[in-house]
């Protein structure tokens, strides 16, 4: 038999673990925002710092600065897409012509 006192306690447990990972996750953002902004104005000493480090992973260049932006482009009338789900099906070998599934959809 289901006990809704259990279930009750389940939801409010899950209800504040929400709500503390919501706060964690305004705490972290609040940290990167003062970072970028204790960085903003000493951008070539950041970017130094960067080209300097020998990190294993790749990590952007900074021309410009932070901060900047660029205007968005129009939004086209008309656009195309090509995207692949990973599924493969191979073509069978004992068919008279090789065939193979392509997806095409329209947005």
């Known amino acids: 038999m289901l006990d809704l006192y259990t279930v009750k306690t389940q939801i409010d447990d899950m209800v504040v673990d929400e ?24 951008w070539q000493t950041l970017a130094t710092k960067i080209n300097k480090s020998r990190t294993s992973w790749l990590l952007p ?3 410009d600065g932070l901060g900047g ?19 493969q099906i191979f073509p069978d070998r004992h068919e008279v012509s090789a065939c193979f599934l392509i997806n095409i959809g329209y947005i």
């Open 69 to 87: 932006g660029v205007e968005r482009p129009e939004r086209p009338a008309e656009i195309s897409i090509a995207a692949t789900d990973g599924s």
């Open 19 to 42: 709500r503390r990972v919501q706060e964690d996750f305004r705490a972290k953002l609040e940290l990167a925002l003062a970072e970028y902004r204790c960085w903003e104005p000493e």
């Open 61 to 63: 260049s900074m021309a």
